[in-house]
Protein backbone atom coordinates (compact mmCIF):
# COMPACT_ATOMS: atom_id res chain seq x y z
CA UNK A 1 0.00 0.00 0.00
CA UNK A 2 1.13 3.59 -1.32
CA UNK A 3 2.47 5.41 1.96
CA UNK A 4 0.46 8.91 2.08
CA UNK A 5 2.37 10.15 4.57
CA UNK A 6 5.45 10.87 2.07
CA UNK A 7 6.14 14.72 0.67
CA UNK A 8 6.61 14.28 -3.26
CA UNK A 9 6.65 16.84 -5.53
CA UNK A 10 3.69 17.46 -8.30
CA UNK A 11 4.98 17.02 -11.87
CA UNK A 12 4.43 19.99 -14.28
CA UNK A 13 1.39 18.89 -15.73
CA UNK A 14 -0.33 18.21 -12.65
CA UNK A 15 0.08 21.52 -11.79
CA UNK A 16 -0.78 23.56 -14.53
CA UNK A 17 -4.11 21.45 -14.30
CA UNK A 18 -4.58 22.49 -10.76
CA UNK A 19 -3.96 25.78 -11.03
CA UNK A 20 -6.29 25.96 -14.63
CA UNK A 21 -9.18 24.92 -12.15
CA UNK A 22 -8.62 28.08 -10.43
CA UNK A 23 -8.85 30.04 -13.16
CA UNK A 24 -10.55 27.78 -16.18
CA UNK A 25 -14.04 27.00 -14.60
CA UNK A 26 -16.13 26.82 -17.76
CA UNK A 27 -15.62 28.15 -21.52
CA UNK A 28 -16.43 31.44 -20.14
CA UNK A 29 -14.16 31.70 -17.68
CA UNK A 30 -11.72 32.04 -21.20
CA UNK A 31 -13.22 34.03 -22.61
CA UNK A 32 -13.24 36.46 -19.81
CA UNK A 33 -9.50 35.96 -19.55
CA UNK A 34 -8.68 36.68 -23.35
CA UNK A 35 -10.53 39.91 -23.93
CA UNK A 36 -9.98 41.33 -20.88
CA UNK A 37 -5.88 40.90 -22.37
CA UNK A 38 -6.98 42.34 -25.73
CA UNK A 39 -8.14 45.26 -23.66
CA UNK A 40 -4.91 46.00 -21.86
CA UNK A 41 -3.28 45.31 -25.00
CA UNK A 42 -5.12 48.56 -26.22
CA UNK A 43 -7.78 47.39 -29.11
CA UNK A 44 -10.20 49.59 -30.55
CA UNK A 45 -12.07 46.76 -32.02
CA UNK A 46 -12.72 42.84 -30.51
CA UNK A 47 -14.55 40.19 -31.82
CA UNK A 48 -15.61 37.23 -30.24
CA UNK A 49 -16.93 34.19 -31.30
CA UNK A 50 -17.99 30.53 -29.56
CA UNK A 51 -19.65 27.45 -30.90
CA UNK A 52 -21.20 24.89 -28.79
CA UNK A 53 -21.01 26.72 -25.85
CA UNK A 54 -17.42 27.65 -26.54
CA UNK A 55 -16.94 23.95 -25.49
CA UNK A 56 -15.69 23.30 -29.03
CA UNK A 57 -14.62 26.45 -30.22
CA UNK A 58 -13.73 29.81 -29.12
CA UNK A 59 -12.29 32.73 -30.50
CA UNK A 60 -11.52 36.46 -29.93
CA UNK A 61 -9.39 38.64 -31.77
CA UNK A 62 -8.80 41.85 -31.48
CA UNK A 63 -6.43 44.83 -33.16
CA UNK A 64 -4.46 45.52 -30.19
CA UNK A 65 -0.38 46.02 -29.87
CA UNK A 66 0.18 42.65 -30.47
CA UNK A 67 2.53 39.92 -29.39
CA UNK A 68 6.16 39.14 -31.01
CA UNK A 69 6.64 35.83 -32.17
CA UNK A 70 9.74 36.28 -29.20
CA UNK A 71 7.84 36.61 -26.44
CA UNK A 72 5.16 34.16 -27.38
CA UNK A 73 6.63 31.35 -25.35
CA UNK A 74 6.93 33.57 -21.86
CA UNK A 75 3.32 34.52 -22.45
CA UNK A 76 2.01 30.77 -21.73
CA UNK A 77 4.23 30.58 -19.00
CA UNK A 78 3.10 30.57 -15.40
CA UNK A 79 2.91 33.45 -14.00
CA UNK A 80 4.23 35.82 -16.91
CA UNK A 81 3.24 38.81 -17.34
CA UNK A 82 3.80 42.12 -18.89
CA UNK A 83 1.72 43.98 -16.17
CA UNK A 84 3.52 43.82 -13.07
CA UNK A 85 7.70 44.07 -12.41
CA UNK A 86 7.76 44.57 -8.99
CA UNK A 87 5.75 43.46 -5.52
CA UNK A 88 4.55 47.27 -5.07
CA UNK A 89 3.14 47.18 -8.08
CA UNK A 90 0.19 45.28 -6.70
CA UNK A 91 -0.69 47.96 -5.06
CA UNK A 92 -1.44 49.98 -7.78
CA UNK A 93 -3.00 47.79 -10.44
CA UNK A 94 -4.61 49.38 -13.51
CA UNK A 95 -4.75 46.44 -15.30
CA UNK A 96 -7.64 44.16 -16.28
CA UNK A 97 -5.53 40.97 -16.71
CA UNK A 98 -2.36 41.13 -14.29
CA UNK A 99 -1.80 37.54 -12.44
CA UNK A 100 0.33 35.83 -15.51
CA UNK A 101 -1.98 32.65 -15.16
CA UNK A 102 -4.43 33.06 -18.04
CA UNK A 103 -2.86 31.83 -20.64
CA UNK A 104 -0.87 29.05 -18.88
CA UNK A 105 -4.68 27.67 -17.74
CA UNK A 106 -6.08 28.12 -20.80
CA UNK A 107 -3.55 25.83 -22.65
CA UNK A 108 -3.25 23.64 -19.81
CA UNK A 109 -6.79 22.13 -21.05
CA UNK A 110 -7.23 23.16 -24.39
CA UNK A 111 -5.97 22.48 -27.64
CA UNK A 112 -4.83 26.46 -28.17
CA UNK A 113 -3.94 28.63 -31.46
CA UNK A 114 -2.22 31.85 -31.53
CA UNK A 115 -2.05 34.37 -34.77
CA UNK A 116 -0.33 37.40 -33.35
CA UNK A 117 1.30 40.23 -34.81
CA UNK A 118 2.44 43.87 -34.22
CA UNK A 119 2.31 47.01 -35.99
CA UNK A 120 6.13 47.61 -36.92
CA UNK A 121 7.19 43.94 -38.27
CA UNK A 122 5.92 42.78 -41.46
CA UNK A 123 5.26 38.93 -40.56
CA UNK A 124 3.58 37.84 -37.46
CA UNK A 125 3.88 34.69 -35.54
CA UNK A 126 2.04 31.57 -35.47
CA UNK A 127 1.80 29.43 -32.08
CA UNK A 128 0.07 26.18 -31.17
CA UNK A 129 0.22 24.75 -27.40
CA UNK A 130 -2.15 21.55 -26.74
CA UNK A 131 -2.03 20.44 -23.15
CA UNK A 132 0.65 22.75 -22.06
CA UNK A 133 3.01 21.14 -24.96
CA UNK A 134 4.29 23.67 -27.77
CA UNK A 135 3.45 22.45 -31.55
CA UNK A 136 4.24 24.68 -33.47
CA UNK A 137 6.14 28.19 -33.11
CA UNK A 138 6.54 29.71 -36.68
CA UNK A 139 6.27 33.31 -38.51
CA UNK A 140 2.70 33.42 -40.46
CA UNK A 141 1.36 36.32 -42.81
CA UNK A 142 -1.37 37.79 -40.29
CA UNK A 143 -3.16 41.44 -39.59
CA UNK A 144 -1.92 43.52 -36.62
CA UNK A 145 -3.61 42.56 -33.05
CA UNK A 146 -3.90 39.14 -32.27
CA UNK A 147 -6.52 35.97 -32.95
CA UNK A 148 -6.77 33.57 -29.79
CA UNK A 149 -8.48 30.05 -30.93
CA UNK A 150 -9.62 27.59 -28.12
CA UNK A 151 -10.59 24.28 -29.29
CA UNK A 152 -11.81 20.90 -27.47
CA UNK A 153 -11.79 22.69 -24.09
CA UNK A 154 -11.49 20.01 -21.25
CA UNK A 155 -10.24 17.44 -23.76
CA UNK A 156 -7.53 16.10 -21.72
CA UNK A 157 -9.73 16.64 -17.87
CA UNK A 158 -12.52 14.23 -18.40
CA UNK A 159 -14.07 14.92 -15.36
CA UNK A 160 -13.97 18.84 -15.34
CA UNK A 161 -15.94 18.77 -18.56
CA UNK A 162 -18.85 16.31 -17.39
CA UNK A 163 -19.57 19.14 -14.83
CA UNK A 164 -20.57 21.79 -17.55
CA UNK A 165 -24.34 22.57 -18.69
CA UNK A 166 -25.43 22.47 -21.66
CA UNK A 167 -24.13 24.14 -24.66
CA UNK A 168 -27.11 27.04 -24.42
CA UNK A 169 -26.71 27.32 -21.08
CA UNK A 170 -22.69 27.85 -21.44
CA UNK A 171 -22.96 29.92 -24.46
CA UNK A 172 -25.69 32.15 -22.09
CA UNK A 173 -22.75 32.29 -19.64
CA UNK A 174 -20.39 33.64 -22.17
CA UNK A 175 -23.33 36.17 -23.44
CA UNK A 176 -23.19 37.63 -20.33
CA UNK A 177 -19.70 37.96 -19.50
CA UNK A 178 -19.24 39.88 -23.08
CA UNK A 179 -22.13 42.25 -22.59
CA UNK A 180 -20.83 43.04 -18.97
CA UNK A 181 -17.23 43.56 -20.50
CA UNK A 182 -18.76 45.77 -23.44
CA UNK A 183 -20.66 48.05 -20.86
CA UNK A 184 -17.54 48.50 -18.93
CA UNK A 185 -15.28 49.80 -21.76
CA UNK A 186 -18.07 51.75 -24.30
CA UNK A 187 -14.79 53.13 -26.18
CA UNK A 188 -14.57 49.68 -27.75
CA UNK A 189 -16.13 48.55 -30.15
CA UNK A 190 -17.30 44.68 -29.41
CA UNK A 191 -18.80 42.22 -32.06
CA UNK A 192 -20.25 38.73 -30.24
CA UNK A 193 -21.41 36.28 -32.69
CA UNK A 194 -22.15 32.89 -30.85
CA UNK A 195 -24.18 29.84 -32.53
CA UNK A 196 -24.05 31.40 -35.69
CA UNK A 197 -25.73 34.24 -35.00
CA UNK A 198 -24.74 37.98 -34.12
CA UNK A 199 -25.58 38.79 -30.67
CA UNK A 200 -24.39 42.42 -30.65
CA UNK A 201 -22.78 44.85 -31.75
CA UNK A 202 -21.28 48.34 -29.81
CA UNK A 203 -20.36 51.05 -32.08
CA UNK A 204 -16.95 51.91 -29.48
CA UNK A 205 -17.90 55.71 -29.81
CA UNK A 206 -17.34 55.90 -25.91
CA UNK A 207 -21.22 56.29 -25.08
CA UNK A 208 -22.78 53.67 -21.65
CA UNK A 209 -26.10 54.86 -22.57
CA UNK A 210 -25.24 54.13 -26.62
CA UNK A 211 -23.96 50.15 -25.45
CA UNK A 212 -26.82 49.67 -23.14
CA UNK A 213 -28.82 50.30 -25.74
CA UNK A 214 -27.27 48.24 -28.33
CA UNK A 215 -26.82 45.39 -26.03
CA UNK A 216 -29.92 45.49 -23.91
CA UNK A 217 -32.37 47.34 -25.94
CA UNK A 218 -34.71 50.12 -26.50
CA UNK A 219 -36.94 49.08 -24.02
CA UNK A 220 -34.41 49.39 -21.16
CA UNK A 221 -32.48 52.27 -22.30
CA UNK A 222 -35.87 54.32 -22.32
CA UNK A 223 -36.45 53.59 -18.74
CA UNK A 224 -33.06 54.66 -17.04
CA UNK A 225 -32.24 57.41 -14.28
CA UNK A 226 -28.85 58.85 -14.58
CA UNK A 227 -26.45 58.46 -11.93
CA UNK A 228 -23.97 60.90 -11.25
CA UNK A 229 -22.05 61.62 -7.89
CA UNK A 230 -18.84 62.42 -6.49
CA UNK A 231 -18.28 62.34 -2.68
CA UNK A 232 -14.75 62.24 -0.58
CA UNK A 233 -12.99 61.34 -3.86
CA UNK A 234 -15.03 58.35 -4.80
CA UNK A 235 -16.93 58.94 -8.57
CA UNK A 236 -20.24 57.39 -8.91
CA UNK A 237 -21.86 57.31 -12.45
CA UNK A 238 -24.17 54.97 -14.58
CA UNK A 239 -27.50 54.44 -14.52
CA UNK A 240 -30.96 52.89 -12.53
CA UNK A 241 -33.91 51.74 -13.51
CA UNK A 242 -36.94 53.12 -13.44
CA UNK A 243 -39.45 50.55 -11.17
CA UNK A 244 -40.67 48.63 -14.52
CA UNK A 245 -37.02 47.52 -14.61
CA UNK A 246 -36.79 45.98 -10.91
CA UNK A 247 -35.66 42.47 -10.61
CA UNK A 248 -37.24 39.32 -8.49
CA UNK A 249 -33.15 38.83 -8.01
CA UNK A 250 -29.56 40.52 -8.01
CA UNK A 251 -29.07 39.58 -11.84
CA UNK A 252 -28.77 43.04 -12.86
CA UNK A 253 -27.05 44.41 -10.20
CA UNK A 254 -23.67 45.53 -12.37
CA UNK A 255 -20.94 47.02 -10.48
CA UNK A 256 -17.68 48.26 -11.69
CA UNK A 257 -14.90 49.13 -10.07
CA UNK A 258 -12.42 51.44 -11.89
CA UNK A 259 -13.97 49.57 -15.09
CA UNK A 260 -13.25 45.84 -13.62
CA UNK A 261 -17.09 43.87 -13.73
CA UNK A 262 -17.38 42.76 -9.82
CA UNK A 263 -19.66 41.43 -7.50
CA UNK A 264 -19.98 43.07 -4.20
CA UNK A 265 -22.22 42.24 -1.08
CA UNK A 266 -20.88 46.12 0.10
CA UNK A 267 -21.97 48.02 -3.29
CA UNK A 268 -24.85 45.25 -3.26
CA UNK A 269 -26.46 46.63 0.14
CA UNK A 270 -25.55 50.08 -0.40
CA UNK A 271 -27.95 50.59 -3.24
CA UNK A 272 -30.51 48.09 -2.32
CA UNK A 273 -30.61 50.68 0.95
CA UNK A 274 -30.44 53.60 -0.79
CA UNK A 275 -33.83 52.37 -2.73
CA UNK A 276 -35.60 51.14 0.10
CA UNK A 277 -38.94 53.02 -0.42
CA UNK A 278 -38.19 53.52 -4.40
CA UNK A 279 -38.65 49.46 -4.93
CA UNK A 280 -41.27 46.91 -3.67
CA UNK A 281 -40.10 44.87 -0.91
CA UNK A 282 -37.81 41.74 -2.20
CA UNK A 283 -36.93 43.61 -4.98
CA UNK A 284 -34.07 44.73 -6.54
CA UNK A 285 -32.82 47.52 -8.33
CA UNK A 286 -31.66 47.46 -12.20
CA UNK A 287 -28.06 49.39 -11.75
CA UNK A 288 -25.55 49.48 -14.03
CA UNK A 289 -22.54 51.91 -11.72
CA UNK A 290 -19.09 52.23 -12.03
CA UNK A 291 -17.41 53.63 -9.05
CA UNK A 292 -13.90 55.92 -10.07
CA UNK A 293 -11.67 55.00 -6.89
CA UNK A 294 -7.97 55.55 -6.26
CA UNK A 295 -6.44 51.81 -7.36
CA UNK A 296 -4.50 51.87 -3.62
CA UNK A 297 -7.69 51.83 -1.93
CA UNK A 298 -8.44 48.45 -3.61
CA UNK A 299 -6.91 45.37 -3.55
CA UNK A 300 -8.20 43.10 -6.68
CA UNK A 301 -5.68 40.17 -5.79
CA UNK A 302 -8.30 38.46 -3.19
CA UNK A 303 -10.05 36.23 -5.79
CA UNK A 304 -8.08 33.90 -8.67
CA UNK A 305 -10.57 34.84 -11.45
CA UNK A 306 -10.38 38.60 -10.34
CA UNK A 307 -14.22 38.65 -9.42
CA UNK A 308 -14.37 40.20 -6.24
CA UNK A 309 -12.41 43.16 -4.93
CA UNK A 310 -11.78 44.64 -1.28
CA UNK A 311 -11.81 47.60 -0.50
CA UNK A 312 -9.99 49.39 2.48
CA UNK A 313 -12.40 52.21 3.23
CA UNK A 314 -15.65 49.89 3.40
CA UNK A 315 -18.05 52.80 4.85
CA UNK A 316 -16.49 56.04 2.62
CA UNK A 317 -17.22 53.74 -0.43
CA UNK A 318 -20.88 52.79 1.37
CA UNK A 319 -21.84 56.42 1.56
CA UNK A 320 -20.36 57.65 -1.67
CA UNK A 321 -22.96 54.48 -3.66
CA UNK A 322 -25.58 54.98 -1.39
CA UNK A 323 -25.87 58.87 -1.87
CA UNK A 324 -25.44 58.66 -5.75
CA UNK A 325 -28.71 56.56 -5.99
CA UNK A 326 -30.66 58.51 -3.58
CA UNK A 327 -29.55 61.57 -5.09
CA UNK A 328 -30.82 59.92 -8.29
CA UNK A 329 -34.20 59.02 -7.27
CA UNK A 330 -35.02 62.64 -6.06
CA UNK A 331 -34.48 63.74 -9.40
CA UNK A 332 -37.37 61.98 -11.09
CA UNK A 333 -41.33 62.45 -11.00
CA UNK A 334 -41.88 59.01 -10.45
CA UNK A 335 -45.84 58.81 -11.00
CA UNK A 336 -47.11 55.45 -13.32
CA UNK A 337 -49.44 56.29 -15.92
CA UNK A 338 -52.55 54.32 -16.41
CA UNK A 339 -52.84 52.99 -20.04
CA UNK A 340 -56.36 52.26 -21.25
CA UNK A 341 -55.38 51.85 -25.04
CA UNK A 342 -52.91 48.91 -24.68
CA UNK A 343 -49.68 49.85 -26.36
CA UNK A 344 -48.93 52.84 -27.15
CA UNK A 345 -48.63 53.75 -31.36
CA UNK A 346 -45.24 55.61 -31.99
CA UNK A 347 -45.82 58.87 -34.37
CA UNK A 348 -44.70 59.10 -37.63
CA UNK A 349 -41.67 61.39 -36.55
CA UNK A 350 -40.73 58.81 -33.96
CA UNK A 351 -40.83 56.13 -35.95
CA UNK A 352 -38.25 57.55 -38.39
CA UNK A 353 -36.05 57.87 -35.22
CA UNK A 354 -35.93 54.93 -33.69
CA UNK A 355 -32.87 52.05 -35.48
CA UNK A 356 -33.42 48.43 -36.16
CA UNK A 357 -32.03 47.27 -32.94
CA UNK A 358 -33.66 43.97 -32.22
CA UNK A 359 -35.48 43.93 -28.76
CA UNK A 360 -34.15 41.57 -25.64
CA UNK A 361 -36.43 39.27 -25.19
CA UNK A 362 -37.42 38.20 -21.62
CA UNK A 363 -37.72 34.56 -21.07
CA UNK A 364 -37.90 32.67 -17.57
CA UNK A 365 -34.78 31.03 -16.72
CA UNK A 366 -33.68 28.80 -14.27
CA UNK A 367 -29.49 28.61 -14.30
CA UNK A 368 -27.86 31.97 -12.95
CA UNK A 369 -23.92 32.05 -12.73
CA UNK A 370 -22.33 32.20 -10.10
CA UNK A 371 -22.85 35.31 -8.12
CA UNK A 372 -27.06 35.16 -9.45
CA UNK A 373 -25.77 36.81 -12.98
CA UNK A 374 -28.53 36.39 -15.65
CA UNK A 375 -28.12 34.79 -18.49
CA UNK A 376 -29.23 35.86 -21.94
CA UNK A 377 -31.46 34.36 -24.33
CA UNK A 378 -29.92 32.04 -27.12
CA UNK A 379 -31.42 33.60 -29.83
CA UNK A 380 -31.91 36.98 -30.49
CA UNK A 381 -33.89 37.24 -33.97
CA UNK A 382 -31.63 39.65 -36.61
CA UNK A 383 -32.25 40.96 -39.57
CA UNK A 384 -28.65 39.75 -41.41
CA UNK A 385 -28.13 36.24 -42.69
CA UNK A 386 -25.98 33.67 -40.77
CA UNK A 387 -22.47 33.87 -41.97
CA UNK A 388 -19.24 31.90 -40.13
CA UNK A 389 -16.93 34.13 -39.66
CA UNK A 390 -13.06 34.02 -41.60
CA UNK A 391 -10.06 32.72 -39.19
CA UNK A 392 -8.90 35.90 -40.70
CA UNK A 393 -11.41 38.53 -42.10
CA UNK A 394 -9.48 41.80 -43.23
CA UNK A 395 -12.99 44.03 -43.50
CA UNK A 396 -14.07 42.11 -40.33
CA UNK A 397 -15.86 45.15 -38.84
CA UNK A 398 -17.05 46.80 -41.58
CA UNK A 399 -20.11 45.12 -42.11
CA UNK A 400 -21.34 46.48 -38.79
CA UNK A 401 -20.23 50.08 -39.31
CA UNK A 402 -21.98 50.00 -42.49
CA UNK A 403 -24.94 49.04 -40.58
CA UNK A 404 -24.24 51.87 -38.00
CA UNK A 405 -23.99 54.40 -40.87
CA UNK A 406 -27.84 53.39 -42.20
CA UNK A 407 -29.23 53.81 -39.29
CA UNK A 408 -30.39 57.28 -37.48
CA UNK A 409 -28.79 58.16 -34.26
CA UNK A 410 -30.20 55.44 -31.42
CA UNK A 411 -30.40 57.82 -28.66
CA UNK A 412 -32.65 60.38 -30.35
CA UNK A 413 -35.85 58.46 -28.82
CA UNK A 414 -34.71 58.86 -25.10
CA UNK A 415 -34.15 63.15 -25.11
CA UNK A 416 -37.40 63.84 -23.64
CA UNK A 417 -38.92 67.27 -24.50
CA UNK A 418 -40.17 70.32 -22.14
CA UNK A 419 -43.05 71.37 -22.09
CA UNK A 420 -43.29 74.14 -19.54
CA UNK A 421 -46.07 72.21 -17.47
CA UNK A 422 -45.66 73.77 -14.20
CA UNK A 423 -45.45 69.50 -12.02
CA UNK A 424 -48.12 67.93 -10.19
CA UNK A 425 -45.64 67.40 -7.27
CA UNK A 426 -45.45 71.46 -6.75
CA UNK A 427 -46.12 74.32 -4.64
CA UNK A 428 -47.53 76.26 -7.52
CA UNK A 429 -49.47 73.45 -8.64
CA UNK A 430 -51.12 72.73 -5.51
CA UNK A 431 -53.44 76.11 -6.17
CA UNK A 432 -54.79 74.45 -9.13
CA UNK A 433 -55.49 71.17 -7.79
CA UNK A 434 -59.09 69.94 -7.78
CA UNK A 435 -60.43 66.82 -5.47
CA UNK A 436 -62.86 64.76 -6.73
CA UNK A 437 -63.79 62.48 -4.41
CA UNK A 438 -62.99 59.19 -2.68
CA UNK A 439 -63.25 55.75 -3.73
CA UNK A 440 -63.50 52.29 -2.66
CA UNK A 441 -62.82 53.79 0.91
CA UNK A 442 -59.24 53.45 -0.23
CA UNK A 443 -58.22 56.08 -3.14
CA UNK A 444 -58.58 59.43 -3.40
CA UNK A 445 -59.07 61.43 -7.18
CA UNK A 446 -57.42 64.24 -7.86
CA UNK A 447 -57.69 66.43 -11.04
CA UNK A 448 -55.18 68.52 -12.44
CA UNK A 449 -54.49 70.23 -15.80
CA UNK A 450 -55.13 67.50 -18.18
CA UNK A 451 -54.35 64.36 -16.02
CA UNK A 452 -56.34 62.61 -12.93
CA UNK A 453 -54.11 61.24 -10.47
CA UNK A 454 -55.43 58.83 -7.81
CA UNK A 455 -53.97 58.58 -4.86
CA UNK A 456 -53.30 55.56 -2.36
CA UNK A 457 -54.33 56.88 1.68
CA UNK A 458 -52.58 54.11 3.49
CA UNK A 459 -49.88 55.03 1.64
CA UNK A 460 -49.96 58.67 1.19
CA UNK A 461 -50.03 58.43 5.06
CA UNK A 462 -47.69 55.99 5.16
CA UNK A 463 -45.15 57.97 3.55
CA UNK A 464 -46.00 61.49 5.60
CA UNK A 465 -45.41 59.69 8.79
CA UNK A 466 -42.19 58.12 7.80
CA UNK A 467 -40.90 61.60 6.43
CA UNK A 468 -42.38 63.15 9.76
CA UNK A 469 -40.10 60.59 12.27
CA UNK A 470 -37.51 61.24 9.95
CA UNK A 471 -37.26 64.79 10.53
CA UNK A 472 -38.47 64.92 13.92
CA UNK A 473 -35.14 62.29 14.83
CA UNK A 474 -32.41 64.46 12.53
CA UNK A 475 -33.63 67.45 14.47
CA UNK A 476 -33.33 65.38 17.38
CA UNK A 477 -36.52 66.41 18.57
CA UNK A 478 -37.56 63.49 19.96
CA UNK A 479 -37.95 62.46 23.82
CA UNK A 480 -37.96 59.03 25.59
CA UNK A 481 -41.31 57.24 27.02
CA UNK A 482 -40.60 55.26 29.85
CA UNK A 483 -41.90 51.59 29.85
CA UNK A 484 -43.86 50.34 33.07
CA UNK A 485 -42.02 47.52 33.54
CA UNK A 486 -39.20 47.35 31.34
CA UNK A 487 -38.91 44.71 28.85
CA UNK A 488 -36.26 42.41 29.27
CA UNK A 489 -34.76 40.74 26.23
CA UNK A 490 -32.57 37.54 25.71
CA UNK A 491 -29.62 38.35 22.36
CA UNK A 492 -27.60 36.60 20.48
CA UNK A 493 -23.98 37.27 20.36
CA UNK A 494 -24.07 38.49 16.98
CA UNK A 495 -26.55 40.65 18.35
CA UNK A 496 -25.01 42.17 21.55
CA UNK A 497 -22.17 42.90 18.82
CA UNK A 498 -24.38 45.05 16.92
CA UNK A 499 -26.09 46.67 20.04
CA UNK A 500 -22.70 47.47 21.23
CA UNK A 501 -21.64 48.97 18.14
CA UNK A 502 -24.89 51.24 17.87
CA UNK A 503 -25.55 52.18 21.57
CA UNK A 504 -25.12 55.83 21.19
CA UNK A 505 -26.94 56.01 18.21
CA UNK A 506 -30.03 53.76 19.92
CA UNK A 507 -29.94 56.66 22.71
CA UNK A 508 -29.63 59.86 20.69
CA UNK A 509 -33.14 59.01 19.25
CA UNK A 510 -35.14 57.84 22.49
CA UNK A 511 -34.28 54.22 23.37
CA UNK A 512 -33.00 53.46 27.03
CA UNK A 513 -31.46 49.89 26.98
CA UNK A 514 -29.79 48.84 30.01
CA UNK A 515 -27.63 45.32 30.60
CA UNK A 516 -28.98 43.01 32.72
CA UNK A 517 -26.76 40.65 33.27
CA UNK A 518 -25.22 37.51 30.85
CA UNK A 519 -26.61 38.10 27.45
CA UNK A 520 -30.46 39.65 28.56
CA UNK A 521 -30.99 43.76 28.59
CA UNK A 522 -33.71 45.53 30.05
CA UNK A 523 -35.22 47.69 27.37
CA UNK A 524 -36.59 50.88 29.87
CA UNK A 525 -37.83 53.40 27.33
CA UNK A 526 -38.50 54.04 23.62
CA UNK A 527 -38.67 57.02 21.28
CA UNK A 528 -42.17 58.73 22.98
CA UNK A 529 -43.59 59.19 18.72
CA UNK A 530 -43.52 55.62 18.13
CA UNK A 531 -44.71 54.46 21.61
CA UNK A 532 -48.07 52.58 19.64
CA UNK A 533 -45.95 50.70 18.05
CA UNK A 534 -44.96 47.56 19.95
CA UNK A 535 -41.97 47.99 21.81
CA UNK A 536 -40.32 44.66 21.47
CA UNK A 537 -40.66 44.34 18.26
CA UNK A 538 -40.11 47.90 17.35
CA UNK A 539 -35.97 47.41 18.91
CA UNK A 540 -35.52 43.69 17.46
CA UNK A 541 -36.88 44.47 14.05
CA UNK A 542 -33.95 47.54 14.37
CA UNK A 543 -31.68 45.72 15.27
CA UNK A 544 -31.91 42.81 12.90
CA UNK A 545 -32.06 45.11 10.46
CA UNK A 546 -28.49 46.60 11.55
CA UNK A 547 -27.03 43.56 11.60
CA UNK A 548 -27.05 43.04 7.65
CA UNK A 549 -25.70 46.80 7.29
CA UNK A 550 -21.73 47.28 7.02
CA UNK A 551 -20.32 50.42 6.21
CA UNK A 552 -23.29 52.80 6.81
CA UNK A 553 -23.29 55.98 9.17
CA UNK A 554 -25.01 54.47 12.16
CA UNK A 555 -27.32 57.15 12.84
CA UNK A 556 -28.79 57.01 9.38
CA UNK A 557 -29.18 53.61 9.73
CA UNK A 558 -30.89 53.47 13.19
CA UNK A 559 -33.19 56.88 12.01
CA UNK A 560 -34.38 54.65 9.05
CA UNK A 561 -35.55 51.82 10.64
CA UNK A 562 -37.37 53.07 13.09
CA UNK A 563 -38.94 55.69 10.57
CA UNK A 564 -40.29 52.59 8.53
CA UNK A 565 -41.52 50.95 11.87
CA UNK A 566 -43.44 54.18 12.61
CA UNK A 567 -45.90 53.71 9.84
CA UNK A 568 -47.59 51.02 11.56
CA UNK A 569 -49.95 54.20 12.54
CA UNK A 570 -50.72 54.89 9.36
CA UNK A 571 -54.20 55.46 7.98
CA UNK A 572 -55.88 52.06 6.41
CA UNK A 573 -56.93 51.01 3.84
CA UNK A 574 -61.60 50.58 3.27
CA UNK A 575 -61.57 53.45 5.90
CA UNK A 576 -63.59 56.58 5.29
CA UNK A 577 -61.88 59.97 6.26
CA UNK A 578 -63.17 63.07 5.25
CA UNK A 579 -62.12 65.75 2.40
CA UNK A 580 -60.90 68.61 4.69
CA UNK A 581 -58.67 65.20 6.25
CA UNK A 582 -57.90 63.90 2.96
CA UNK A 583 -56.30 67.79 1.59
CA UNK A 584 -54.33 68.30 4.37
CA UNK A 585 -53.33 64.88 3.96
CA UNK A 586 -52.36 65.44 0.17
CA UNK A 587 -51.38 68.66 0.55
CA UNK A 588 -48.46 67.53 3.04
CA UNK A 589 -47.72 64.71 0.49
CA UNK A 590 -46.80 66.82 -1.95
CA UNK A 591 -44.41 68.94 -0.44
CA UNK A 592 -42.48 66.02 0.56
CA UNK A 593 -38.98 65.73 -1.81
CA UNK A 594 -39.72 62.34 -2.99
CA UNK A 595 -44.09 61.47 -2.66
CA UNK A 596 -44.05 58.97 -5.50
CA UNK A 597 -43.54 55.44 -3.16
CA UNK A 598 -43.77 54.69 0.56
CA UNK A 599 -41.32 53.18 2.41
CA UNK A 600 -41.95 50.16 1.28
CA UNK A 601 -41.89 50.59 -2.03
CA UNK A 602 -45.42 50.66 -3.35
CA UNK A 603 -47.16 53.44 -5.45
CA UNK A 604 -48.29 56.29 -3.77
CA UNK A 605 -49.98 57.71 -7.17
CA UNK A 606 -50.92 56.57 -10.74
CA UNK A 607 -52.09 59.36 -13.52
CA UNK A 608 -54.51 58.81 -16.02
CA UNK A 609 -54.40 61.50 -18.81
CA UNK A 610 -57.36 63.27 -20.96
CA UNK A 611 -55.87 61.95 -23.94
CA UNK A 612 -56.25 58.13 -22.66
CA UNK A 613 -59.58 58.63 -22.13
CA UNK A 614 -60.32 60.81 -25.23
CA UNK A 615 -58.55 57.24 -27.10
CA UNK A 616 -61.33 55.29 -25.03
CA UNK A 617 -64.40 56.81 -25.82
CA UNK A 618 -63.07 57.52 -29.21
CA UNK A 619 -63.09 60.77 -29.51
CA UNK A 620 -59.34 60.40 -31.14
CA UNK A 621 -58.60 58.29 -33.38
CA UNK A 622 -55.58 56.17 -34.29
CA UNK A 623 -54.94 56.37 -37.64
Known amino acids: MEDNRKIRLLSKETIDKIAAGEVVERPASVVKELVENSIDSGAKNITVEWKDGGISYIRVTDDGCGIEKSELRNAFLRHSTSKLVTVEDL ?279 PGEQEVLPEKIPVNIPEKTPEVFEEKRFTEYKERLETMEKPLSFLESEKNGQISFVSVEAKKSHRIIGQIFKTYWIVEYDNDVYLLDQHAAHEKVLYERTIKLLEKREVFSQNLNPPIVISLSPAEEDILLKYQEAFERIGFLIEPFGGAEVRLCAVPSNMFEVDPKELFMSTLSGLSETEGKALDETVLIRVATMSCKAAIKGNTIISETEARALIDELLLLDNPYHCPHGRPVMIKLSKEELDKRFNRIVNI
Open 91 to 369: SSISTLGFRGEALSSIAAVSKTEVFSKTRDIILGAHYIVEGSEEIICEDSACPDGTSVFVRQLFYNTPARRKFLKSPMTEGNYINEIVSRIALSHPEISFSLKGGGTDRFFTSGNGSLLDAIYRIEGRSVAADLIEISHRENEVGCFGFLGREPLERANRAKELFFVNKRSISSKLLSKAAEDACQGYLMLHRYPYIILFIDIDEALVDVNVHPRKAEVRFSEEERVYNAVYSAVREAIRSIEDISPIRLSGIEEASPDKVKELPLQPEREERPHSEVM
